[in-house]
């Protein structure tokens, strides 16, 4: 496997990528010192430091990796408040990123032993050194003994370099083009039609010609004939206009191939810099780790491969860092010493896998929920598990390593590999099994420029999705699909999915009486097991088309990543489906993707009635029709006797009865919240010690003391809701 030193065009990429990142680093430096909120700046400079950080390993700079390294712990520390931006924290951040430019490989670059002084300058600016001393690089010394350079004539060569921006331009021209030559064939077609018609009758006109010919004028006769005549030589003309326009669509396809096959590289140029990457976090961990490499010719667009570079980078990491055990630990578990992390990539379709795997000890569950229960991301009782629970890998600055080195504990590295892929329009998937390890899927389309994309039909419009982002499609007809809760699901392989509609979604009016004949199933992280299928009048099949933005006048539409203008004029918006989810779980409430689901008979647990005692009472307050008739189906499937209350109002009018043996309540309701109605609840006589549980989707720590204020006993979040999670409190509470 050949290193980045050996390859001149992987080194002259991963220069100008270290190049742009110094050059964002200064000018966010030069506005430090006056911006009004310095820690949005700082936290952008920090990602460019840790970028150059991660390059460097790559290219085996050692100096420049400890320089980088360093500027990630001042940059940190200034981004936590430790200390004040001064002026010197500034000047001394802007002289290292000139000592790592001056330290990229090139023939006057400064060695590792000149980067010290910067090195040492930045450890004493953390440690709390006021004022900062800029130290003073030293001068490359030339090699006094080595023979002056000569000038040799370039040798012959049969390739030329390009810019890239000539290639995605000739690109773009190409689409345009390739759309122009479907916007002839289908006037082709029309004049192919007319042409026909035009036969049909002039047939008819000569039959009656001949039949009349004695009482017709002759110049009748002679006009008659030319226009039948004419009418000959016009079907012949538009049967060779035909012809050629079906070679022009050949030509075309060639064109616009060779043109995208100028773009296409082979993903070895990112392969090739993950062997020393493994090498040195293997060694920096002291583990024994083996990197097995396939589909290394597999090629995909440069603008893909390079979006997606960084993300393969942080990946392999984290195998080696988080996935694999020391060779002690395996051996003790039965496995060989040496682990393995497997990086492989394949064409699956219209688009590329990519996969980092590992046979490593796999995800450990209970850490991850014990920090996300500490970053308040999941309430403390919570039990979730699963993909929802692993999703949360991906969430900013999320770590579980208590311990910060050069490769984790800082919270980078998921969430810029899910933004990296999401970005380019591809899915990212975790898959894990506890003591046998774990793998990360990046699903990305072939080219940014020519997308494969499922043609759908809602109402009088067409939309167009990537097949990147869909699961599976399917016929609604012959799907099993039910009524939940209110709310449509249909089960796939066992499992029930949300079934929205994607022209309500869309704010559509539905023109026909007929139900949506298909769905598109996708994932996402509220729905069970990471899906939600939305519905469509019907699916046209797929397409290769060429996606243009809206451009600055449009500038960026929600749910809209893209158009293409059909051959018959037609403007097909490209939808974003996991942003269109984003918007309508939002607007239903978090527990949105449960509630479509609806209860699970695998996870609703009916208690056996016992004769002679009486079922506990739950006054259930939610104005959410839908998440009301959801957890009343919940609690009453676990053997609860359940009343509901449409509001906050509604819900303190039932304080004259006899009291419930618990209320669940939402906080954001009409009239009285749900903090009103727990104050209301602790004050009326009977009440005072019913427990009071508040589901709200406010998971700011404010909301939460104040529900603890009022006098909640409980307070869950509805976008972590886990069926299991509020029987099992409930049942805490009330006591059976």
């Given at each position: 496997m050949p290193a980045w030193g050996d390859d001149p065009e992987l080194l002259a990429t991963f220069r100008a990528e270290v190049e742009e990142r110094l050059a964002s680093l200064q000018s966010g430096l030069l506005q430090l010192e006056k911006h009004q909120s310095p820690r949005q700046v700082v936290t952008v400079l920090f990602r460019d430091a840790h970028t150059v950080k991660g390059s460097a390993r790559m290219l085996g700079l050692e100096g420049v990796l400890h320089v980088a390294h360093t500027m990630e712990d001042l940059l940190g520390a200034l981004r936590d408040g430790r200390f004040v931006v001064r002026k010197d924290h500034v000047d001394l951040l802007l002289a290292a990123c000139d000592g790592i430019l001056r330290a990229l490989p090139g023939p006057d670059s400064l060695d590792d032993a000149a980067l010290t002084p910067l090195v040492e300058a930045l450890r004493s600016a953390v440690a709390g050194a006021n004022p900062v001393v800029l130290p003073v690089l030293a001068a490359p010394v030339p090699d006094q003994g080595a023979a002056p350079e000569l000038k040799t004539p370039r040798q012959a060569s049969d390739s030329v370099r390009v810019a890239a921006s000539k290639v995605y331009d000739l690109l773009d021209a190409v689409g345009e083009a390739d759309l122009g030559a479907r916007r002839v064939e289908q006037t082709t077609g029309m004049l192919l039609t007319l042409a026909a018609e035009q036969a049909r009758w002039a047939g008819i006109l000569r039959q009656a010609t001949q039949r009349h010919s004695a009482t017709l004028p002759p110049e009748v006769t002679f006009a008659l004939h030319r226009l039948v005549g004419a009418g000959d030589d016009l079907?012949?003309?538009?049967?060779?206009?035909?012809?050629?326009?079906?070679?022009?669509?050949?030509?075309?396809?060639?064109?616009?191939?060779?043109?995208?096959?100028?773009?296409?590289?082979?993903?070895?140029?990112?392969?090739?810099?993950?062997?020393?990457?493994?090498?040195?976090?293997?060694?920096?961990?002291?583990?024994?780790?083996?990197?097995?490499?396939?589909?290394?010719?597999?090629?995909?667009?440069?603008?893909?491969?390079?979006?997606?570079?960084?993300?393969?980078?942080?990946?392999?990491?984290?195998?080696?860092?988080?996935?694999?055990?020391?060779?002690?630990?395996?051996?003790?578990?039965?496995?060989?010493?040496?682990?393995?992390?497997?990086?492989?990539?394949?064409?699956?379709?219209?688009?590329?896998?990519?996969?980092?795997?590992?046979?490593?000890?796999?995800?450990?569950?209970?850490?991850?929920?014990?920090?996300?229960?500490?970053?308040?991301?999941?309430?403390?009782?919570?039990?979730?598990?699963?993909?929802?629970?692993?999703?949360?890998?991906?969430?900013?600055?999320?770590?579980?390593?208590?311990?910060?080195?050069?490769?984790?504990?800082?919270?980078?590295?998921?969430?810029?590999?899910?933004?990296?892929?999401?970005?380019?329009?591809?899915?990212?998937?975790?898959?894990?099994?506890?003591?046998l390890g774990t793998s990360f899927v990046l699903t990305l389309p072939v080219t940014l420029g020519v997308l494969r994309c499922l043609i759908a039909r809602v109402g009088d419009e067409r939309y167009a999705v990537p097949v990147p982002g869909v699961v599976e499609s399917l016929s609604l007809r012959d799907a099993e699909v039910h009524t939940l809760a209110g709310a449509p699901v249909v089960v796939r392989h066992g499992l029930s999915v949300p079934l929205l509609d994607l022209g309500a979604a869309l704010g559509l009016p539905r023109t026909s009486s007929e139900s949506p004949r298909a769905a598109l199933v996708v994932r996402h992280a509220s729905g069970p097991g990471g899906q939600i299928a939305w519905a469509v009048d019907r699916l046209e099949g797929e397409s290769e088309l060429v996606v243009k933005d809206l451009g600055a006048f449009l500038g960026r539409v929600p749910t809209v990543a893209g158009a293409t203008i059909d051959g018959d004029g037609s403007v097909v918006c490209l939808l974003d489906l996991r942003e269109l989810a984003d918007k309508v779980v939002g607007a239903?409430?978090?527990?949105?993707?449960?509630?479509?689901?609806?209860?699970?008979?695998?996870?609703?647990?009916?208690?056996?009635?016992?004769?002679?005692?009486?079922?506990?009472?739950?006054?259930?307050?939610?104005?959410?029709?839908?998440?009301?008739?959801?957890?009343?189906?919940?609690?009453?499937?676990?053997?609860?006797?359940?009343?509901?209350?449409?509001?906050?109002?509604?819900?303190?009018?039932?304080?004259?009865?006899?009291?419930?043996?618990?209320?669940?309540?939402?906080?954001?309701?009409?009239?009285?919240?749900?903090?009103?109605?727990t104050r209301t609840i602790r004050r009326t006589k009977g009440w005072e010690n019913v427990p009071v549980i508040i589901m709200t989707s406010r998971n700011e720590e404010h909301a939460r003391q104040a529900g603890l204020d009022a006098g909640c006993s409980a307070y869950l979040l509805k976008n972590e809701f886990d069926q299991e999670q509020l029987v099992s409190t409930v049942r805490r509470l009330v006591g059976r």
């Open positions: 079907s012949g003309n538009v049967r060779t206009l035909r012809e050629l326009v079906e070679g022009h669509r050949v030509g075309m396809a060639l064109v616009r191939d060779g043109a995208m096959g100028l773009a296409m590289v082979p993903v070895r140029r990112v392969f090739a810099a993950l062997p020393r990457i493994l090498r040195d976090v293997a060694a920096a961990t002291g583990k024994d780790v083996l990197l097995e490499l396939s589909g290394e010719d597999v090629e995909l667009d440069k603008q893909v491969l390079d979006g997606v570079a960084d993300a393969l980078k942080h990946l392999v990491i984290n195998a080696v860092d988080h996935g694999c055990e020391p060779p002690a630990e395996r051996a003790a578990v039965g496995k060989p010493p040496r682990a393995v992390v497997t990086v492989s990539a394949r064409s699956v379709g219209g688009t590329i896998v990519l996969e980092v795997a590992d046979d490593g000890a796999g995800v450990d569950e209970d850490a991850v929920r014990a920090k996300a229960i500490r970053l308040g991301l999941l309430p403390a009782d919570s039990a979730v598990t699963g993909p929802v629970l692993l999703n949360l890998l991906f969430a900013p600055s999320f770590s579980t390593s208590d311990i910060v080195t050069e490769t984790s504990g800082r919270g980078v590295g998921l969430d810029v590999v899910q933004d990296a892929v999401e970005e380019l329009g591809g899915l990212v998937e975790v898959q894990s099994e506890r003591g239903m409430g978090g527990i949105a993707g449960a509630m479509t689901s609806g209860a699970s008979a695998a996870l609703v647990r009916k208690a056996a009635a016992v004769p002679g005692v009486r079922k506990p009472r739950v006054l259930v307050v939610e104005d959410s029709v839908g998440v009301r008739e959801l957890q009343r189906v919940i609690l009453e499937g676990a053997g609860y006797l359940v009343e509901t209350a449409v509001d906050g109002l509604d819900g303190a009018s039932r304080l004259r009865d006899d009291p419930a043996d618990l209320v669940l309540s939402d906080v954001e309701m009409p009239g009285m919240d749900g903090f009103d109605l």
